[in-house]
């Protein structure tokens, strides 16, 4: 019985001992394999141990949630909330010590020169998947909640008017569980920031030396970033657009026709041209009620500081190239001669 019992004994010593090595194995001298791809794992807000160490376990990031457990409670760890990147074979002290931190990954978006209210909508949501199109529309569209803190710049956007011009194109890192309010808020103060890196001061009245208020400047500027690239011919197609607005001239921007058709095209049909909606700018004269786009630095700079000339036609080559006229005749056979 004696013998027995020392069976008995030595194997829960032994047992023991193997699991007291495993589990320091498993808490300070594991490490992923170099090629191991880390995975993203959720912790939602009230989650508790236990179920936090079910989640790694079916995540193949741990491979005993009592280890796990076990090494929480004996180094009293706290476990936050938010999104986090692991890797399997991390030892439980690497993990803890990430979970501990609450540092929620980030991702990256691209808004380009020229990107409508819209596609600027489906670019963040590309990346920030939780938010919706409902979202992005409640904030940033027509009857968006804006943020009162940049009234000074948002408040001469007439009513059912949205956010389309006032989001700065640029690249944005943002949490990955941010809101379309951050992201809005993000872009518009950047616009602002933008504008005083430049030396662009806005009017307390909002509007500029040459007449136009901000908002006009910036619907402007927006049809310029549509129209031509390069920065030295936004300068000259801003100061066509302007002499075309002084002499009482229709803009005729292609552009603004196909802010209404959806269509991306260097010239548009005769049957397009007859849309009717305030922002044809072939049957209507002036501005557009607003932005057709969200225009970068240089087409901001171009309307501010437009180069007169005797042009006052243009168009874009298929190629790229700006062709200048002085007279209706010249831009005929431009047209014929550039865009057969």
Do not use: C
Not at 130 to 154: D, F, H, R, Y
């Amino acid at each position: 019985m004696m013998k027995f019992l020392g069976l008995i004994i030595g194997i829960v010593l032994l047992v023991g001992v193997v699991l007291s090595g495993s589990y320091l194995f498993d808490a300070y001298l594991i490490s992923p394999d170099d090629d191991a791809e880390a995975i993203s794992i959720t912790i939602e807000e009230g989650s508790r141990g236990v179920g936090i160490a079910e989640q790694l376990e079916a995540e193949g990031i741990i491979t005993s949630q009592l280890f796990f457990r076990l090494y929480t409670r004996v180094s009293g760890s706290i476990l936050q909330a938010g999104i986090f990147e692991l890797k399997p074979g991390m030892s439980l002290r690497a993990i803890v010590s990430v979970l501990g931190d609450a540092r929620v990954s980030e991702v990256q978006v691209t808004i380009p020169e020229g990107y409508t209210l819209k596609q600027i909508g489906e670019a963040v949501m590309s990346v920030l998947p939780e938010i919706t199109q409902e979202e992005w529309e409640e904030v940033a569209g027509p009857n968006g909640k804006w943020m009162v803190a940049e009234s000074e710049i948002l408040s001469g956007i007439p009513v059912g008017q949205g956010l389309e011009g006032y989001l700065f194109p640029d690249t944005y890192r943002f949490r990955a569980d941010a809101t379309a309010e951050t992201v809005v808020e993000t872009m518009v103060l950047t616009l602002k920031r933008r504008l005083a890196e430049n030396d662009i001061v806005i009017p307390r009245n909002l509007i500029f030396e040459g007449g136009l208020t901000f908002h006009e400047m910036m619907t402007l500027a927006s049809i310029v970033e549509r129209e031509v690239r390069q920065a030295d011919e936004m300068k000259i197609v801003a100061g066509i657009f302007y002499t075309r607005m002084q002499i009482g001239m229709a803009l005729q921007a292609d552009s603004t026709v196909n802010y209404v058709t959806g269509k991306d095209t260097p010239s548009i049909s005769l049957d397009d041209s007859q849309i009717s909606s305030p922002y044809n700018t072939y049957r209507n004269l002036g501005l557009p009620p607003g932005p057709i786009s969200n225009p970068g630095m240089n087409a901001i700079l171009a309307v501010l500081n437009p180069v007169d000339s005797d042009y006052v036609f243009f168009l874009t080559s298929p190629e790229g190239e700006v062709i200048y006229a002085k007279t209706f005749d010249q831009h005929i056979d431009n047209k014929y001669k550039y865009l057969k």
